[in-house]
């Protein structure tokens, strides 16, 4: 009778387990940020860029100096999500193989069978991208662009929740390939960690005496949740006047002095989707104008090439971009 009893409330217990209320968006985004930053401390607004990429179905180039946390950060949010996660190490001698896949002739079946390479995945460490050729780097466009690769003639889906996060040091270090257009393009955001304060530093000391801060990161949300925050993104309302504010912005880098090749169409959209992110992580269920401004940056100046005129200059993507927002007028 007492087995019985214990049976009966152990099962009741699991029921009540089961019925617990799935965690809304903003919980979803609260708890990544909150897991993140056990690790990366001090940069809540670069994690809030982050994950609003992942959020808007977007990629993201993380570029900075050498020992800043690009890699730390990468692993901390794969960490989060109960999720698959690989990690590529791009060097000069990798092949494109190497991240796609091969077909390799089994002897046994007389038939070639297909080896996944770790581009199916839910979310990919593309670590010092640019330091592979541009032949290895231009294996990820498909993959980022279409959630697909092609390989021996035949195209293979990729999971539905597909993240790259590359890092890169900046191409003026020695040993580099810069990434071409095309392949910058197909990032959503592009980001920068930069060195902590004096006394973040001493924290981040602090916090590696005994072990790795990583050690402490467990999965805090599902794919699943991931995949629902993504469907809550799309229901965020944007006005007509707001996507037109949109376009005329990536219009005018298009234009301004110095430019040879402007933001993209892909830019647009990619910065309409992350600020309706931003918008649905701030508890709002439409974008406004402050959420385009602060998405701005990250999301066009990437995409813009410079006129070797305008470098010797001292002109950037980034004050160009910071312009454009100044003399666009912002809808009322």
């Not at 020992?67 to 698959?84: C, E, P, V």
């Not at 896949?101 to 080896?115: K, M, N, P």
């Amino acid at each position: 009778m007492t087995s019985a009893v214990f049976i009966r409330e152990a099962g009741a217990d699991a029921s009540r387990r089961d019925r617990r209320p799935t965690p809304g968006p903003r919980d979803i985004f609260q708890r990544l940020l909150d897991n993140i930053e056990l690790v990366i401390q001090g940069r809540t607004p670069a994690l809030r860029k982050l994950l609003a990429a992942l959020a808007s179905d977007g990629h993201v180039l993380l570029e900075d100096f050498p020992g800043t946390g690009k890699t730390t950060l990468a692993k901390a949010l794969a960490r989060s999500i109960d999720a698959r996660f690989k990690r590529v190490q791009f060097t000069p001698d990798l092949l494109p193989s190497d991240i796609l896949g091969v077909s390799i002739y089994s002897q046994s079946d007389q038939s070639f069978q297909f080896h996944e390479g770790p581009v199916f995945t839910n979310i990919l460490l593309a670590d010092e991208i640019n330091r592979a050729s541009p032949r290895t780097q231009s294996a990820l466009l498909e993959a980022m662009g279409e959630g697909q690769v092609t390989v021996d003639g035949d195209r293979r889906r990729l999971p539905e929740l597909f993240f790259v996060i590359a890092t890169q040091n900046p191409v003026e270090f020695r040993g580099t390939y810069p990434l071409p257009e095309a392949q910058m393009d197909r990032f959503a955001l592009q980001l920068t960690l930069g060195y902590v304060s004096p006394e973040q530093e001493v924290g981040i000391l602090s916090a590696h005496e005994e072990n790795h801060p990583l050690e402490r990161v467990v999965p805090c949300v599902s794919s699943a949740d991931v995949l629902a925050l993504k469907e809550a993104v799309k229901r965020v309302r944007i006005s007509e006047e707001l996507k037109r504010y949109v376009v005329d912005l990536a219009g005018a880098t298009r234009q301004a002095p110095g430019i040879q090749l402007g933001a993209s169409p892909r830019g647009s959209i990619a910065l309409m989707k992350a600020a309706q992110a931003l918008a649905l992580f701030d508890g709002l269920d439409f974008v406004t104008p402050d959420k385009i401004q602060e998405m701005a940056v990250p999301a066009l100046a990437h995409r813009l090439a410079l006129e070797p005129q305008a470098k010797f200059s001292g002109v950037t993507a980034v004050s160009i971009v910071r312009e454009v927002l100044k003399k666009i007028p912002v809808p009322a």
